[in-house]
């Protein structure tokens, strides 16, 4: 296993469509698997794309740890893996989420976001997964999902106003 480079915002890998995995069982596709996996517990993040450390393909992992469940409905988990996501929202209704990412280091943003998602796609060891996520799961979801589809949270932002630097969102929160 190997701690990966993550991209960061700029680089052309993540302004593209990632390409689907053929064969989740195929070694090459493990092999990026569990460096993401390594690559995303060496960062501290909550969630990794494919894209993010230079490889184009249709994977994500995501986490929600205790300080980060908000209840029942989003409980806590440990490092998932979704391979070939398809996400759909439950509903219409969506919520302001700050988010950072391992991409944009040092930024934070308000980006709306659907409050529930249902997703569909196949784990590491090709089992196909489905269900409905909610909270911060389905936050970290959907901010994934754009990089598989070459989005960058900013591009998500109603109000560029409210992107900020680390240090200073937690100084003086985010504007409303």
Not at 8 to 21: C, K, Q, T
Not at 31 to 58: C, F, N, W, Y
């Amino acid at each position: 296993m190997a701690v990966l480079k993550v991209a960061r915002m700029g680089h052309p890998v993540l302004l593209g469509r990632a390409e689907e995995v053929e064969e989740i069982t195929a070694p090459d596709t493990q092999r990026v698997i569990q460096d993401m996996i390594e690559t995303l517990k060496d960062a501290g993040g909550v969630g990794l794309a494919a894209p993010q450390v230079h490889v184009s393909k249709r994977i994500f992992l995501y986490c929600v740890p205790e300080s980060r469940s908000e209840g029942e409905e989003d409980p806590p988990c440990a490092v998932q893996v979704l391979i070939n996501p398809v996400l759909e929202p439950v509903g219409e209704e969506q919520v302001p989420r700050l988010e950072g990412c391992l991409s944009i280091p040092g930024l934070r943003g308000e980006v709306p976001r659907y409050r529930r998602v249902r997703y569909a796609g196949y784990d590491e060891m090709g089992q196909r997964v489905e269900g409905v996520a909610s909270g911060f799961r389905a936050n970290v979801m959907q901010h994934e999902m754009d990089h598989l589809d070459g989005i960058l949270y900013p591009m998500r932002m109603d109000d560029l106003g409210k992107l900020g630097f680390d240090a200073e969102i937690t100084r003086y929160g985010v504007r409303t």
